[in-house]
Nanobody
Framework: QVLLVESGGGSAQAGGSLRLSCEAS????????MAWFRQIPGEERERVAA???????????DYGYKMRGRFIMSLDKSKYVANLQMNSLKPGDTAMYYC?????????????????WGQGTQVTVAS
C-alpha cells in the first residue's frame, strides 16, 4: 500500500519561508514522478512543481509559473522523500498543499494523472 504523508505546513508572514516534506512509503522502483499540488478554496487544484525520477538535478524540476524563482523542489530518490522550499511567500500562496506520485517518469500537470495522494498540509501566508 502506498502512503504519502506531508509535513511542514503552517503560517508565515509575506516574504517569509516555509519548507514542506513528503514521504512516500510503500513505494518501490525508479520509474515515477513526484509532484506538489495546491488548492485554494473555490479554485481547481494546480500543480506547483514536479520532479521526475529521470531528472538528475534540481534544475530540471518543472515549476508552475507562479512559483518559478521562489519555490525549490528537491527529491531524495533513495528514500522517496520530496521537499518543497517555499521562499518569498505571498498571501496568494495560501492554500492546502498536497503531495502526489504517479507510476511513470512523465510528469503531467493534471491531478487525474496521479493515483496516489497525501492528506494535505495547510499553508497560510499573512500580509
Amino acid at each position: 500500500q502506498v502512503l504519502l504523508v506531508e509535513s511542514g505546513g503552517g503560517s508565515a508572514q509575506a516574504g517569509g519561508s516555509l519548507r514542506l516534506s513528503c514521504e512516500a512509503s510503500g513505494w518501490a522502483g525508479d520509474n515515477y514522478c513526484m509532484a506538489w499540488f495546491r488548492q485554494i478554496p473555490g479554485e481547481e487544484r494546480e500543480r506547483v512543481a514536479a520532479f521526475s525520477s529521470r531528472d538528475v538535478t534540481d534544475d530540471e524540476v518543472d515549476y508552475g509559473y507562479k512559483m518559478r524563482g521562489r519555490f525549490i523542489m528537491s527529491l531524495d530518490k533513495s528514500k522517496y522523500v520530496a521537499n518543497l522550499q517555499m521562499n518569498s511567500l505571498k498571501p496568494g500562496d495560501t492554500a492546502m498543499y498536497y503531495c502526489a506520485i504517479r507510476p511513470n517518469w512523465l510528469c503531467y500537470s493534471t491531478e487525474d494523472e496521479y493515483p496516489y495522494w497525501g492528506q494535505g498540509t495547510q499553508v497560510t501566508v499573512a500580509s
